[in-house]
């Protein structure tokens, strides 16, 4: 479904990936895994059509999307992808409700619509009771918890999570994962997990190792 | 003798009979190796010569199985001391993997990387069982991932360093 063929990337100086090739089926969880700078960020933002590689190909459905012009590129990012990040990245003068419905709105949904679906996503990752709060008054795992919900309510093929627990002690985090997992197997969404924490991976189906911006000898793809 | 205390633990509820102390013991130790009925049997014959347990019913037509032990007061005080003593912290690094690596230093490499596929395998067998298992399997599992993970770590750190003295 995703798939990634001898990518590259250096910023100035800096080889950050190195001939990374992947595939990425279709409801499938990867962790891409390795110490800080391996280049876990570029190849995720590569894969979600953040960052653009200078080689290599990234297709999605067998349709090239790395050299698609940006309006193309933004338009397939809010329909295809979710992005969570590790600081969940919400919009702190909103509610819980309406930052989640913000995906919706920017897609051309009514507002009554993405509000009725924003509610059922927050329902299905067990932070109702959040709703109707501004999201600079959660704690960290409500708001990673909203994030996710912000992430699926387009329906993404994939989604995409920046080391989502790197700032949750490890029962935060696992709510958060135990959230996360269970949403995308539920809708048959792919996850790509990027994470320096091997308790964190092991939510996955599998992982790819990064070190030193290329995937890790002697580990299965 | 820690399975002698963790009997000892569980006699303090009521008298038990073996048959019933080693269903309890796998189901409390969730992870932990199965208690053989040998053992179990050959622990509470030592907790009664020691005066910590006692037999308090025998049925006369039954084998052993049908022997009653019950928590003696000198068995209540060593229960006590033993939970509130602090294990002392290993002395001496002693693991199959170590030695490893301690015998094939730099050259390790490819085992380690293969090492820490197998303990990846295992962490998500675990994730997965902690998802619907009772609270008991849940602290087993969180014990052996952080263990499992510590493991992790350290092969990382190796790597590190071989590489860098492979590099020089
Ligand atoms: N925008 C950037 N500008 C310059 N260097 C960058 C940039 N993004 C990443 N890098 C460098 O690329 C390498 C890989 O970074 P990154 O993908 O963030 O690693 P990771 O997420 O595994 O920690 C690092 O050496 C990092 O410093
Ligand atoms: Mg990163």
Redesign the pocket.
Known sequence: MLEARGLGKS??Q?R?LTDVSLTIAEGELVAIT?P????????LNCLAGVVRPESGEVVLDGRRIDTLPEADLTKLRRESFGIVFQFGELVPELTAAENVALPMLFNRHGRQEAMTVAAQWLARLEVSDCADRRTGELSGGQRQRVAVARALVTGPRVIFADEPTGALDTIGGEQVMNALIGAARGSRTAVVL?THDNRVAAYADREIA?RD?AVLAGVRR | MTTGHVLLGLLVERPKHGYELKKEHDHRLAGAKPLAYGQVYATLQRLERDGLAEVVETQQEGGPERTLYAITDNGQAELERWLNTVEPSAPYVSSPLFARVAVAGNAADGYLVRQREAHLARMRELTAEKASGAPAQVLAADYALQHLDADLRWIETALARMKEHNNA
């Open positions: 910023f100035g800096t950050a390795g800080s700078g391996a280049g876990k960020s570029t190849l990027v990064l911006g």
